[in-house]
């Protein structure tokens, strides 16, 4: 018997073990199989042939021409049982309003199963129904390889925990599977207002006569609904009566069905040995993007290409993995932007109707306003009218005001440290950055986190306003950006280090330690950043008052040299974000302890700034949402601290998130700081600005649109290009009053022309 961790295995396995006859196990089978007639290949399923669960599934044309292109069988047996439709309508209150364009394609799970195991029995793979397969550790010592697609509950991955590594989340809403008698004539999501709560269906047709309906509610809605104490049938009966007039009167039926929880399976590694995971075993996604049987199939396909092209199974299953995972995980991030809506789905429901839905089709940031605009250019013009954009304006370049500023555009040159002054004074690289991006078209430039003290500062190279010197060089890039950029605002972001300062400058070393200058540090608590960083003093009550000045001081000098807007910096982990979160703030005096008293001295700077700063100028906080570690800062804390702060004063909250304590384990992704603005707008009513990861214009259009955020704030896109704004209304044929071309740069607003890329192709081919 060959050991399954030996070399001597190839990649063209004769033997295949497969646990699990789902759509993912049956067409990995068929796959290998046509690709090796030779091979034996068996597949265990503990359930009978027709035993399903879930009615319909939906593939996108991109998964189907992956399978046009392996098994043109397979497919064409697909292809004449499809339900295809383009529409989704949302309905809300009473409204419905339909977005066309999307191009769906479903078929039922059971006819999808059926076509899948003749395909396997005229290939030669021997079925086992009703049969238990053995542990994968018992197959794995007589197949060469094994394939565990065995379901969400998989026991494989279970069994090999230690190796796999998995993670699986819990979410928020109760859900259950069921089908009505009709077919829907589009996507249709409706929602239900009721006396216990919120609850929505997800329904689409999956045949001539059938359709898939989901219905969902956040657990406490469920509970309180009484549908813990309701029997199947009992609960069938009453998600048909709730959502009749989406079901037309009609009623509803089951299989088996049963209200679950959402669970989120991730896994560091997905093989061991000869053991490898494929679909659900290795990965879910929520079933409101589609793509759990997508996600299956597409595995399947990657993992039969894969042991084709490697010269082994280890290099195999190892090219496997890292061909799937990234796309897993982009589509994972999706699905829990669209999982994290629909939980918070209550956050919406008395916004406008057209920008609800806007809402709702742009919830995963996969759809977006360019590509809706291309699928349904009367759909988003409407929502674009009733947004208030006049015509041919993107959303982006709307004007927005905060107390006595207008900003033209809803763009932000976010804050970005630059560690380029001398002694805290801004030099001439600080009027050429900042310069350089109000000629830029953004609506707002931010500085750099300015320090209100020397034992404030991040480094040696950061800028600060606690001299008349300092003030002066400010004053001067204040008056070029008024000057040179009329209608571009610039604002000052007022912050103290506390216990990350005395540190190299960043690409010298991120917050580490200076190797010699070192200053003193101060913060809320005397707990390190770092396990080699220097241990801060725990400030004293008069420390508190000298600090508190400190920042009265810098913003009276920011005032004096005509700074637009100004920013508390509460964030980051820096001296006023280490007061508010308990991670940091182990105090037990009247400023530590409680969140009200952990937010008593940054509520008191706030105070003593604003009481200086000149009444029609704007003011906002920036804070970390969540610290990304446990027992910190969490979304609820957010929004009571942006509560706090709007209750003082504040005009608008700049929602960032983390680095706060070094063992944050972010979730990094495209946009992925914006729900936590999008939860304080809508719970607070406060403006918000967004940052973290937005990257193109047509994420900004988005976010504004669909109204998660007020302005957006963008770093790294303004290091790599200082006319961000100006290419962005370029490229998307913008010339308004929401962003100006200066007058020297005017001649360079149309995009350059590049050489021929429109050769004309060759009519003929001829033989040798």
């Known amino acids: 018997m060959t050991n399954p961790q030996s070399p001597a295995r190839t990649s063209h396995p004769l033997r295949v073990a497969i646990i699990g006859g789902g759509p993912g196990g049956l067409y990995a089978a068929a796959l290998l199989k046509r690709l090796d007639p030779a ?304 939980e918070n789905l209550g956050l919406y429901l008395d916004q406008p109707p057209l920008q609800f839905a806007f809402n709702l089709l742009t919830r995963s940031r996969r759809v977006t306003h360019d590509n809706l605009r291309l699928r349904d250019a009367g759909f988003t013009g409407a929502v674009e009218r009733d947004f208030g954009c006049p015509t041919g304006t993107p959303p982006m370049f709307t004007p927005f005001r905060l107390r006595g500023l207008t900003l033209r555009n809803r763009v932000v040159v976010s804050p970005m440290d630059m560690y380029s002054a001398t002694d805290g004074v801004p030099g001439d690289f600080h009027l050429v950055h900042l310069g350089s991006r109000a000629l830029g078209g953004a609506g707002l430039v931010m500085t750099e986190m300015v320090c209100v003290s020397p034992e404030g500062r991040i480094t040696p190279g950061c800028t600060g306003l606690y001299t008349g010197r300092q003030a002066d060089s400010w004053k001067r890039v204040v008056q070029f950006v008024h000057t040179q950029a009329p209608g571009t605002a610039i604002g000052v972001q007022l912050g103290h280090s506390g216990r990350k300062g005395s540190t190299k400058l960043m690409w010298e070393g991120m917050d580490e330690p200076l190797d010699d200058g070192n200053w003193p540090l101060v913060a809320a608590s005397p707990i390190p950043y770092k396990p080699d960083s220097q241990t801060p003093r725990e400030l004293s009550r008069s420390q508190l008052t000298d600090i508190r000045e400190q920042f009265t001081s810098a913003a009276w000098r920011a005032a004096r040299a005509g700074f637009d807007l100004l920013e508390l910096h509460c964030a980051h982990g820096y001296l006023l974000s280490g007061f508010l979160s308990p991670l940091t703030n182990r105090r037990t005096d009247a400023y530590g302890g409680t969140l009200e008293k952990r937010l008593r001295f940054p509520l008191e700077v706030f105070d003593a700034v604003r009481n200086v700063w000149p009444e029609e100028r704007p003011m906002t906080v920036r804070i970390s949402a969540t610290d990304w570690a446990e027992g910190g800062t969490g979304a609820d804390d957010a929004v009571e601290i942006a509560r706090a702060f709007a209750a003082h004063g504040a005009d608008a909250i700049d929602v960032s998130t983390g680095q706060v304590v070094a063992d944050e384990r972010p979730e990094f992704g495209r946009s992925y700081q914006t729900p936590y603005a999008d939860r304080i707008r809508h719970t607070t009513g406060l403006p918000v600005i967004a940052v973290g990861a937005i990257s193109s214009w047509d994420d900004v259009n988005s976010l504004i649109l669909a109204g998660r955020t007020d302005l957006c704030a963008l770093a790294r896109p303004h290091l790599y290009d200082p006319n961000w704004t100006l290419h962005a209304a370029a490229e998307q044929g913008y010339d308004g009053p929401g962003v100006v071309w200066p007058a020297p740069y005017r001649a360079g607003s149309r995009r350059p022309q590049t050489g021929r890329t429109d050769a004309p192709k060759p009519r003929l081919t001829l033989g040798s």
């Open 39 to 342: 091979r034996e290949i068996t597949v265990w399923e503990r359930n009978a042939p027709d035993d399903t669960f879930g009615f319909g599934v939906v593939l996108s044309d991109e998964t189907l021409g992956g399978i046009e292109h392996a098994d043109p069988a397979v497919y064409e047996a697909m292809q004449n049982d499809f339900v295809r439709w383009d529409d989704i309508d949302i309905v809300h209150r009473g409204d419905r309003h339909t977005s066309g364009g999307h191009g769906f394609a479903a078929l039922g799970r059971k006819r999808l199963l059926e076509i899948l195991h003749d395909r396997c029995r005229d290939l030669g793979v021997e079925l086992r129904f009703r049969t238990e397969a053995l542990d994968a550790a018992g197959l794995a010592d007589t197949y060469d390889l094994v394939i565990a697609a065995d379901g969400v509950n998989s026991a494989t991955r279970e069994a090999y925990a230690h190796v796999f590594r998995p993670h699986v989340a819990t979410h928020h809403c109760r859900y259950i599977w069921l089908a009505a008698d009709f077919a829907f004539d589009a996507f249709r999501f409706e929602i239900a207002e009721t006396e216990h709560g919120v609850m929505q269906l997800h329904g689409y047709p999956y045949a001539a006569d059938a359709s898939t309906v989901i219905v969902e509610m956040r657990e406490e809605v469920w509970q309180s609904a009484g549908f813990a104490e309701l029997g199947e049938q009992g609960s069938v009966d009453r998600c048909a009566k709730i959502f009749a007039d989406a079901l037309r009167g009609r009623p509803l039926k089951s299989n088996k069905s049963a209200w679950t929880t959402f669970r989120t399976v991730v896994n560091e590694h997905w093989s061991h040995g000869n053991v490898v995971l494929l679909g659900d075993a290795a990965h879910t996604a929520h079933f409101s993007i589609g793509s759990g049987t997508k996600l299956a199939v597409e595995d399947a396909l990657a993992l039969a290409a894969c042991l084709e092209e490697q010269p082994d199974i280890a290099s195999a299953l190892s090219a496997y993995e890292e061909e799937r995972k990234p796309v897993v995980a982009s589509t994972q991030r999706a699905a829990r932007a669209s999982l994290e809506w629909f």
